[in-house]
T-cell receptor, first 110, second 115 residues
Framework: AQSVSQHNHHVILSEAASLELGCNYS??????LFWYVQYPGQHLQLLLK??????LVKGIKGFEAEFIKSKFSFNLRKPSVQWSDTAEYFC????????FGGGTRVLVKP | DGGITQSPKYLFRKEGQNVTLSCEQN?????MYWYRQDPGQGLRLIYY???????QKGDIAEGYSVSREKKESFPLTVTSAQKNPTAFYLC??????????????FGPGTRLLVL
């Protein structure tokens, strides 16, 4: 069975700090990977996705993620966070039937 | 203005009562999905439908039922058999659902509370 794990449940950091959120998956076969973000009171929206090709994927709002096949990982990064990045972040793996991790709540202090 | 709408935003249910959550999309997507979001557990798939008049169980289908009579609509009924229904319910859609390389688009969600 496929599974996705996000190691950090809560992250608190200051503005301009760098952010890295871990995501590991187990999935048989070719995998598609996603990061979604849920800002307070808003819809879940896509940050970035990996289907194939360059394993370093750039998304919206300065986020990027790197697919490392040997480590079954798809970690999300942002070099310098802003207060507006306060949100809950979800990693997803699979395809038409997605499996999500438990989410990571990120609080950026101004 | 294209998108996915869910209603109501908040829903209260009494013990032993069935309730139905609405999900409508005007994106002309074939596939639709229902997820349940609980703190610390992420999103878990309840049911999904890849085409009208067809749907499949997800990972936690017990106590739920769905129908897909129209392409635009995928209502979810939370039955009295669902023992822990209090949660945030998210509906999503994707273009076809038949391939793995698709993005799912989410609605604003319905928060269900049991009284």
């Amino acid at each position: 069975a496929q599974s996705v794990s996000q190691h950090n449940h809560h992250v608190i950091l200051s503005e301009a700090a760098s952010l890295e959120l871990g995501c590991n998956y187990s999935y048989g076969g070719t995998v598609n990977l996603f990061w979604y973000v849920q800002y307070p009171g808003q819809h879940l929206q896509l940050l970035l996705k990996y289907f194939s090709g360059d394993p370093l994927v750039k998304g919206i709002k300065g986020f990027e993620a790197e697919f490392i096949k040997s480590k079954f990982s798809f970690n999300l990064r942002k070099p310098s966070v802003q207060w507006s990045d306060t949100a809950e972040y979800f990693c997803g793996a699979g395809g038409n039937k997605l499996t999500f991790g438990g989410g990571t709540r990120v609080l950026v202090k101004p | 203005d294209g998108g996915i709408t869910q209603s109501p935003k908040y829903l209260f249910r009494k013990e032993g009562q069935n309730v139905t959550l609405s999900c409508e999309q005007n994106l002309n997507h074939d596939a639709m999905y229902w997820y349940r979001q609980d703190p610390g557990q992420g999103l878990r798939l309840i049911y999904y439908s890849q085409i009208v008049n067809d749907f499949q169980k997800g990972d936690i289908a017990e106590g739920y039922s769905v129908s897909r009579e129209k392409k635009e609509s995928f209502p979810l009924t939370v039955t009295s058999a669902q023992k822990n229904p209090t949660a945030f319910y998210l509906c999503a859609s994707s273009i076809r659902g038949a391939t793995r390389q698709e993005t799912q688009y989410f609605g604003p969600g319905t928060r269900l509370l049991v009284l």
